[in-house]
């Protein structure tokens, strides 16, 4: 047993955050801004801004003249009861603001700041330039828009084409629309009090209103559009918010506009920070960064397949068997809680569930069909063993886990009593329900739906859930000091649940009587591994089950997708093989990811890019099955990487540097006080842990036979892990790589 106690120490200050000082971040994130000396022509190659409800893409649609912005909503959508969530509760698109000028568009120069979220430049036109400033407030439903001539006789205003609401899946599937779906009224365009108004009101009573106005600025010539969307489910209120947020909006200068969106901002990014030495990818982390916070909110929907911005798509709504929980990943390794509207979406929305369990099991369980909306109203979910719907009953247990992953990370309490545990609780109830015991005593369960596969007994999406369900249940149990009656049947599911069906040439198989024997995208058999963590690689058996299933499933070629890659990429990470993984998210990059940073699979799909993101988080940190890995799979290439207060489950803040090939230093930071097993990997010597100065102490560390360090740290106390004898430079800095931009660059 080692105990160090605080003592002054002028070797090991607290580490020096060099982006905190005067304009650091600002530098730092403007190096990986993405820019366009090219005309965007679609979605999926322009700039994009949002505030997690009100969203805006800038692009020049093919055979158009003029730059037009595209509004969404998260909230836009319509409330009807036919056709669920994909047709009478589906989103709804609003229009579009074209820029109008005298002359035609012949070219941009923009830039994306992710410091600021905005985009500026300067707009080309066959009559002279304009030079053009646009935003999404941070914290108003607005967006603002300043534009001022540049050179030559350009002059420009506004003009809104909105679009009808219609459900997008008729665009794809008219045969599939329901009956009993009314057409909602087309939209009507007046003008009211000096501003512009379109009036979309909805069958079924509700109203989507976008108002917009222009004001000339006291220099004379920069002109300001203001424009903002509100929406009201059942009746016409949104006319009065929308009134409301113009009014406010219109009595404040730009200036006092910009400065608290742009507070907002700026105390958003430096909640943690990464660098890697590959400019490519280090760039496409930041965007992903910014991409998620102009996507949602804590107080917004539930994050949509296509995100906010509601493009030409045939996901209009949330869908549950990977895209929510991959676009979530990212969120709580990074400390930004403020983005967790899933968590928002659990607390509130029993009800939803409650309507989308099977009536007969509502007394006690819980599930969820494939897509909803917020309200978390899906169509019917399956019932196992039979057919009539498609059973694919593990959607709100994998859900439960992402809850479950944010209670982890933050140690909250209350959270974990008010919503996870009940929740899941009667998630796992719902397959209880199904099993059936064999004469060896194993229980099995009858035939459910492995996503995007195919139909099977014994399913190992459905198992892996339900053993991973069971065990967290018990866990939470003894972490809240409940004495639960079902905490025996718990256990006896742990004890004999058959083992995950497998056979020796392919690894794990999709079910108890279906192998994979064609290209399939999702990695739904392979959640034992990840992201539930219930078979342990450190074994060498499941090691070895690991890499045959990888490589019997992306063998198998024609239907992989990005998230294939980003799925291959956190397992490989989970391997410790960071050069392989980094050859996924290289594949990610080269063949999926558009020049904005976004994806598409018919119609854009937002959770690829962002699980990405986590990819690189795994493979710079992972904490599961209560140890905390620093740089468990970092690429041989990467002699310099740098993180700073990432965060570990048991609410632990990290901060590590590795210099020419070997960690110098990891700071720890315990928010909650808890037990902390760390796995240092290589340092410059054996490891040595001391307080932090002026930090509460002693600092009470071992190390294990197998090399964990044992620390014990009260909530608020640091320590910092070095070699023994080494005396590094604390400074958290970025890592030296080459530029690259995303956008349309000149090439």
Same mark, same amino acid.
């Given at each position: 047993?080692?105990t160090?106690?605080?003592?002054p120490s002028?070797?090991h200050p607290?580490?020096?955050?060099r ?6 971040w ?5 190096g990986l ?7 965007p022509?679609g ?10 409800g ?5 692009r020049?649609?093919?055979h158009?003249?003029r730059?037009?912005l595209?509004l969404?909503?998260s909230?836009v ?5 036919a056709?669920?969530?994909l047709?009478?509760g589906?989103r709804?698109p609003? !229009? ?5 000028t005298r002359?035609e ?10 410091w600021?979220?905005?985009?500026a !430049?300067t707009v080309e036109?066959?009559r002279?330039?304009?030079t053009? @400033?646009?935003?999404v ?11 001022r001539p540049?050179r ?5 205003s506004w003009r ?5 609401a219609v459900?997008p ?16 009224p087309?939209?009507?365009l007046?003008?009211?009090d000096g ?5 979309q009101?909805?069958a079924?009573g509700?109203?989507?209103?976008t108002?917009?106005?222009t004001r000339?600025e006291?220099d004379g010539?920069?002109?300001t559009?203001l424009c903002?969307?509100?929406h009201s489910a059942?009746?016409p209120?949104a ?5 409301a947020?113009?009014?406010d909006?219109?009595?404040?200068p730009?200036d006092?506009l910009?400065a ?6 700026h ?10 030495p590959?400019?490519r990818?280090?760039?496409f982390y930041w965007i ?5 916070a102009?996507?949602t909110?804590a107080? @917004? ?5 296509n995100?906010?911005w509601l ?7 949330a869908w549950w ?6 676009a979530?990943?990212?969120i709580?390794?990074?400390?930004r809680?403020?983005?967790d509207?899933l968590r928002t %979406?659990?607390e509130?929305?029993e009800?939803?569930?409650l309507a989308s369990?099977p009536p ?9 069909g494939?897509?909803?909306q917020?309200?978390?109203?899906s169509?019917p979910a ?13 959607n +709100?247990l994998?859900?439960?886990h992402?809850?479950?992953l944010?209670y @982890?990370?933050?140690m909250d309490?209350?959270f974990l009593?008010?919503t ?6 009667? %998630?796992v109830n719902y397959?209880?329900?199904?099993l059936t015991e064999?004469?060896?005593?194993h229980?099995h369960?009858?035939?459910t739906?492995?996503p995007?596969y195919g139909i099977t007994?014994d ?13 967290t249940l018990?866990?939470a149990a003894a972490?809240?000091?409940?004495t639960d009656?079902?905490a025996?049947?718990w256990?006896h599911v742990l004890?004999?649940l ?9 690894g794990?198989?999709? !079910? ?9 995208r999702?990695?739904s058999h392979? +959640?034992w591994?990840?992201p539930?963590?219930?078979l342990?690689?450190a074994?060498p058996?499941?090691r070895?089950?690991?890499l045959r299933t990888?490589e019997h499933?992306l063998g198998?070629t024609?239907?992989l997708?990005g998230?294939?890659?980003t799925?291959?990429?956190s397992?490989?990470?989970l391997l ?5 993984a980094? *050859? ?10 558009e020049?904005?940073t976004?994806?598409?699979?018919t119609?854009?799909v937002?959770?690829t890019p962002?699980?990405g993101?986590?990819s690189?988080h795994d493979?710079?940190l992972q904490s599961w099955?209560?140890?905390?890995r620093i740089f ?6 990467w002699?310099d990487?740098t993180?700073h207060?990432?965060?570990a489950?048991g609410?632990f803040r990290?901060?590590a540097?590795r210099?020419?090939? *070997?960690?110098?230093w990891i700071?720890?930071?315990?928010? %909650? !006080? ?7 990997g290589?340092?410059t010597?054996?490891?040595a842990?001391r307080p932090?100065d002026?930090?509460p102490?002693?600092?009470?560390w071992?190390?294990?036979d197998?090399?964990l ?5 009260p909530p608020? %106390? ?6 023994t004898g080494d005396?590094?430079?604390l400074?958290v ?6 530029t690259?931009r995303w956008g349309?660059?000149l090439?």
């Open positions: 047993m080692n160090t106690h605080p003592r002028p070797d607290a580490s020096r955050d982006l905190a000082v005067r304009t650091g600002r530098d730092f994130l403007s801004d993405p820019v366009w000396q090219a005309v022509t979605f999926h190659d322009g700039p994009f801004l949002g505030n997690g009100l969203s805006v893409s800038l020049r649609p093919r158009a003249t730059l037009t595209v969404g909503d909230r959508r319509d409330h009807q009861e056709g669920g969530p047709w009478g589906t709804l609003i !229009g579009r603001l074209v820029l109008t002359g568009l012949t070219g941009v120069d923009l830039r994306l700041s992710l600021d979220a905005e985009v !430049g036109t066959t002279g330039a304009v053009i @400033r646009a935003f407030h941070a914290s108003k439903d607005l967006l603002v828009v300043n534009c540049l030559g006789a350009e002059q420009v809104f084409v909105p679009q009808a459900p899946r008729e665009a794809f599937y008219p045969e599939q629309r329901p009956t009993g779906l009314k057409d909602n087309l939209p009507v007046t003008r009211r501003e512009s108004v379109c009036t009101d909805l079924c509700g109203r989507t209103e108002r917009w106005r000339t006291p010539e920069t002109t559009l903002t969307v509100a059942t009746d209120s006319s009065d918010t929308a009134v947020v113009m009014n909006a219109a009595e404040l730009t006092r910009v608290p969106h742009r507070d907002w901002w105390a958003y990014y430096p909640k943690s920070f990464l660098s890697v590959d400019g990818l280090q760039s992903q960064m910014y991409k998620l102009c996507a909110r107080d @917004r929907p539930v994050l949509a397949t995100g906010p493009e030409h798509t045939p996901w209009p709504a068997n990977l895209n929510v929980q991959l979530y990943s990212p709580h390794p990074t400390g809680t403020e983005l509207s %979406a659990l509130n929305g009800a939803g569930l369990t007969a099991y509502r007394g006690d369980s819980l599930a969820i494939r897509s909803s917020d309200d978390l109203r169509e399956g019932v196992p063993g039979r057919t009539e719907v498609l059973p694919e009953t593990g +709100l994998w859900a439960l992402n809850a479950w944010a @982890r990370h933050t309490e209350t009593r008010t996870v545990f009940p929740l899941l609780r009667r %998630a397959h209880l329900h199904f064999d004469d060896s005593g229980l369960l009858p035939a739906y492995s995007e007994a399913c190992n999406y459905d198992l892996a859930l339900l053993h991973w369900g069971c065990g018990l866990d972490r809240l000091g409940i009656p079902l025996d049947r256990q004890d004999h058959t083992p995950p069906p497998r056979n020796a040439e392919e794990l198989l999709i !079910g108890r009587d279906l192998r994979l024997t064609s290209s399939h999702h990695y392979l +959640l591994f990840h539930l963590h219930r342990d690689v074994d058996g499941n070895a089950l690991l990888m499933w198998l024609g239907e997708q998230y294939s890659f799925g291959a990429a397992m490989h990470a410790g093989d960071g050069d392989t980094l *050859v996924r998210l290289g594949e990610l990059l080269d063949m999926y990811v020049p904005n976004m994806y598409a699979e119609g854009p937002i959770e962002l699980s993101a986590q690189l493979m710079l099955g209560g140890v905390i468990p799979a970092v690429p041989r290439a002699a990487v993180v207060d990432l965060v489950e609410a990290i901060s540097r210099r020419d090939g *070997v960690t110098r700071r720890v930071r315990s928010e %909650a !006080g808890e037990p902390c097993l760390l796995a240092p290589p340092l010597g054996a490891a842990v932090l002026g930090l102490g002693p600092t009470t071992n190390r294990d197998d090399g360090l044992r620390i014990s740290l608020g %106390a640091e320590c910092l892990i070095t070699g005396t590094p430079d400074t800095e970025p890592v030296d790589c080459r690259f349309l660059p090439s």
